[in-house]
């Protein structure tokens, strides 16, 4: 029964997306769309086993997925312990949210000819605007999730001698992850945004910059590829973290299944 379920839940995720790309390929062989901006699906599909055969393609991926991991990484651990503190903390919370609003609202590639002047053209500008994105993404997601626990269950615990350290593992924690890996989800497809939109500024390797490279050269096989992957890895991140998230609180996976139900 579950595995019927999960085709009848696979066939309505995916039945778009064939459509679409089975009308896109008739029109490439029917000749009612112009090859050299919309080629068939199965000519980027081949252009695509051929950069990965070459090793092009991994090459790529790769250097977009250490950028990003490398800025988003850290900007996401010490955003989750930075949100964190300011959720417990009225204080810190009251001196440090309008810097990180400030943050929020400031677009990161605007940080750009700043960067470049102060750190040259390097791969710490780039890095930046990356870090920022899942610092700023998460600090706020968790700092909302940790003022949003009922204040009922801190009182409770501390009637039974939770101390602050107690407080924050057993009761804020537990009852804000189910936000916190929401952040997470936003915070990686942000990440990956701001990683390709600062290759496409100008890096050496990267998917940005496949996609940049394809459209001076007219090579458009290359550029659906490079489109097509970075759609494919936000797929992927955020269906991975939805599924960590079920591993790591599967009280809130199973409250969100009895309200669907």
Known sequence: MRATFRLRDAAV???????FLGAWEGGAWLRLLNPLFFPAPSVILAAGWNMARSGE????LLSTLQRMFQGAGLGVCIGFAFGLLMGVSTPLRTSFEPAVSVLNSTP?????PLLLLIAGVGETARLVPIFLTGFVTLSMQTMDAVRGVDYAYVEMARNYGARS??????????ACFPQVFTGLRLAAGRALVITISVELLGAPD??????????????TEKLYIGIFTTSLLGLAFHQGLAYLERLAAPWAAAKARGQTE
């Open 206 to 219: 990267g998917l940005g910059r496949v996609i940049w490279m394809a459209w001076q050269t007219l090579a």
């Open 13 to 19: 995720a995916w039945w778009l997306p064939a459509a």
């Open 57 to 60: 393609w991994t090459a790529e």
């Open 108 to 112: 990161k590639l605007a940080l750009m």
């Open 165 to 174: 350290r107690d407080l924050i593992w057993r009761v804020y924690l537990p």
